[in-house]
C-alpha cells in the first residue's frame, strides 16, 4: 500500500483492528490477518500519536484536525502537519485506518 | 512530538507496555470442558467426552460472553481456552470470536482430532495472535494410541495439523516422555521442525500431576505415578542437547534464592492472572481446585474475585510443620515445582511438601554443582551465597 494520506480526505479506525483503552494507553489490537508485519504483538503510542488517534474516528477531513491539532500545541504548522501526516501513512500501511472518503 | 515511530509494537505480555498501574486482570485461563476425546495415560484432568453431568454443569456461551466481556473490560490481553478438549465444545468457535472482537489475544490448547477445515479458515482469517498449541503424544499410530487410548486419534490428529498447516495458522506441539514415546523425544523435534506452520520448540511434558479433582477419577494417581521419571531420567533428558538447560537452571537459582519462609503462593506471574474452570468456579491456578481457593463467579463478579479474593488468598501463609522448616528455607525454591496446587493434588492440603518434585529439584541442583550429593537444600545455611557457587 503506497498511497498517500490525503490532507482532503477523512480516515477512519478499521474494521480489521479492534482499539482498546487499558490503563490510559491506547492498544490496537489486529482482528483479521496480515495487520502489522508479525501477527503476535499488539501496538500502542507515544502520547502525541495518542493525541491524533483520539481525533481520527471519520467524522471530519483530516485537514481539520491539523487545524484543530494546531490549535493545541505550540508547534509550528509545517511541522505538525508532516508529523500527523507521517503517523497516518504508518497507520495506513498497516492497515488501522481506511479512507473513508 | 516525535519525530521518531509514531506506532509502538509491543508483545502484550511486555510489562513496558503500561506506564501507570498494571490492569487488574491481564491473563484469563478458562477450561471449557474437563472432557476429551482422548483417554491419555497421564492426565490431570480428563473426563469422557460422553460425560453428560459433565457437560450439563458447563457454562453455557452466553456465559463465556460475559465473562470475557468483564476480564477485557479489567484490562486483560490474553486468553487460554483450553479443557479436556476445548473443541469438543460445539460453541467454540463463537466464544473464540467474541473473545477476539474484544481485542482479546488466544492461546488455543487442543489435541487437534477436532480441527475441521472451517475452523482452521476461522483461525486462518482472524488468527489467535498466538501459536495454538498442539499435544501430540506420539509419532507413530502404535505409539500415539498407546497413549492416548483413542483408536483413530493418530490420523486425526495429523489431519488436524495438516489443515492448520495448509491455512497458514501458527502452532506448535507438544509431546510427552512416557513410556511408549520416551526414545521418540529427538525424532519428534527434527518432525516437527519441517511441518509448514511450525514456531518455536516442542515442550515435552516429563513431571506428571496427579488428578486435581481428587474424586473419583483420582483412582488414576497410581497409574500416572507409575509413569512419572525419576530425579536422574529428568536431567538427562534436560541435557540432551548439552548443559544449556543446566546453566539456566543455576542462574534461574540465583536469582531466585532465599527460602518461602512462611509464604504459600511463590509463583511469579500470577500476580494479575486467574482461571476458571468449566462451571464457573474462579481459580488461583487450573491446577489449584482446593475449596477453600475457590471463588463462585455465579454469586460474585470477576472484579471482585481478582480484586478481593485473589489477593487475600495470595496472602495465605502455610501451617505444615514440615513445610516451615523444609520448603520455608530452601534456597532452590525457583528449581523447584512445589506450589499450593501440587501439595493439593498430592496431599489434598495447599502445604504440604511433595517428595517428588522435591527430589526432582535436589537433582536438578545436584546436576548444576549448587548441592552434593545426599545433601539436603534445606540444611544449606547460607542459601544465596550457595547458589552462586560454580563447578
Ligand atoms: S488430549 Fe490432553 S486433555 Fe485430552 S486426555 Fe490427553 S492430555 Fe488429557
Ligand atoms: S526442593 Fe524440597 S524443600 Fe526445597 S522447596 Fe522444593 S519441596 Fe521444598
Known amino acids: 500500500m503506497t498511497e498517500k494520506i490525503d490532507l482532503s480526505r477523512t480516515y477512519a479506525p478499521s474494521d480489521d483492528v479492534v482499539v482498546r483503552e487499558i490503563e490510559g494507553e491506547i492498544v490496537i489490537v489486529p482482528l ?5 508485519d508479525v501477527e503476535d504483538e499488539c501496538f500502542t503510542f507515544d502520547e502525541w500519536g495518542r493525541a491524533v488517534w483520539s481525533k ?3 467524522s471530519r477531513p483530516l485537514e ?8 493545541e500545541y505550540d508547534a509550528p504548522a509545517g511541522l505538525l502537519k508532516g508529523e500527523v501526516v507521517g503517523l ?14 | 512530538m516525535s519525530a521518531q515511530a509514531y506506532v509502538r509494537k509491543v508483545r502484550s505480555g511486555e510489562s513496558g507496555l503500561w506506564k501507570s498501574a498494571k490492569p487488574a486482570l491481564t491473563r484469563l485461563d478458562i477450561e471449557l470442558t474437563e472432557r476429551c476425546n482422548n483417554d491419555c495415560l497421564h492426565c490431570a484432568v480428563n473426563l469422557p467426552a460422553g460425560d ?25 490481553l490474553v486468553v487460554r481456552l483450553t479443557g479436556g478438549e ?15 472482537r474484544l481485542g482479546l489475544r488466544v492461546m488455543l490448547f487442543t489435541n487437534a482430532t477436532l480441527i475441521t477445515p472451517r475452523l482452521a479458515r476461522l483461525l486462518k482469517d482472524v488468527p489467535p495472535l498466538e501459536a495454538v498449541e498442539v499435544s501430540v503424544y506420539g509419532l507413530t499410530k502404535e505409539t500415539c494410541e498407546a497413549v492416548t487410548r483413542v483408536s483413530g486419534s493418530f490420523a486425526a490428529c495429523r489431519r488436524g495439523l495438516g489443515l492448520l498447516g495448509e491455512n497458514g495458522v501458527a502452532f506448535t506441539v507438544k509431546g510427552a516422555v512416557l513410556p511408549p514415546t520416551s526414545r521418540e523425544a529427538d525424532a519428534l523435534e527434527a518432525w516437527a521442525a519441517g511441518l509448514p506452520g511450525h514456531a518455536g520448540r516442542p515442550a515435552f511434558a516429563m513431571l506428571f500431576d496427579l488428578r486435581s479433582r481428587r474424586d473419583e477419577a483420582a483412582k488414576k494417581n497410581k497409574a500416572i505415578a507409575g509413569l512419572r521419571q525419576g530425579g536422574d531420567e529428568f536431567v538427562s533428558f534436560a541435557r540432551r542437547h548439552g548443559d544449556g538447560a543446566v546453566d539456566e537452571w543455576r542462574d534461574f537459582c540465583a536469582r531466585s534464592a532465599g527460602g518461602r519462609g512462611d509464604r504459600l503462593f511463590n509463583c511469579l506471574p500470577m500476580g494479575s492472572s486467574a482461571a476458571v474452570d468449566p462451571y464457573g468456579r474462579l481459580q488461583y491456578c487450573l491446577g489449584l481446585r482446593h475449596p477453600g481457593t475457590v471463588y463462585d463467579l455465579a454469586a460474585g463478579s470477576m472484579r471482585e474475585a481478582v480484586t478481593k479474593f485473589l489477593p487475600r488468598l495470595r496472602e495465605t501463609r502455610a501451617a505444615d510443620p514440615a513445610y516451615l522448616e523444609r520448603c520455608g528455607r530452601c534456597f532452590l525454591k525457583g528449581l523447584c515445582e512445589q506450589c499450593p496446587a501440587k501439595s493439593w493434588a498430592e496431599h489434598g492440603t495447599l502445604d504440604t511438601p511433595v517428595e517428588y518434585f522435591c527430589g526432582i529439584a535436589h537433582a536438578q ?10 545433601e539436603k537444600a534445606w540444611t544449606v545455611r547460607d542459601g544465596s551465597e550457595r547458589a552462586k557457587r560454580r563447578k
Open chain 1, 88 to 101: 497516518l501513512q504508518e497507520l495506513y500501511e498497516r492497515r488501522m485506518i481506511v479512507d473513508k472518503g
Open chain 2, 365 to 374: 541442583a545436584v546436576a548444576a554443582g549448587l548441592l552434593d550429593w545426599g
Open chain 1, 56 to 58: 481520527i474516528d471519520g
Open chain 1, 32 to 36: 483479521t490477518s496480515g495487520i502489522g
Open chain 1, 64 to 71: 481539520t484536525v491539523v487545524q484543530e491539532l494546531l490549535d
Open chain 2, 86 to 100: 476445548p473443541l469438543l465444545r460445539a460453541d467454540f468457535e463463537e466464544i473464540y470470536l467474541h473473545a477476539r
Open chain 2, 52 to 76: 453428560i453431568e459433565a457437560r450439563g454443569s458447563e457454562w453455557t456461551a452466553e456465559r463465556w460472553k460475559t465473562l470475557l466481556t468483564e476480564a477485557a473490560g479489567l484490562g486483560c
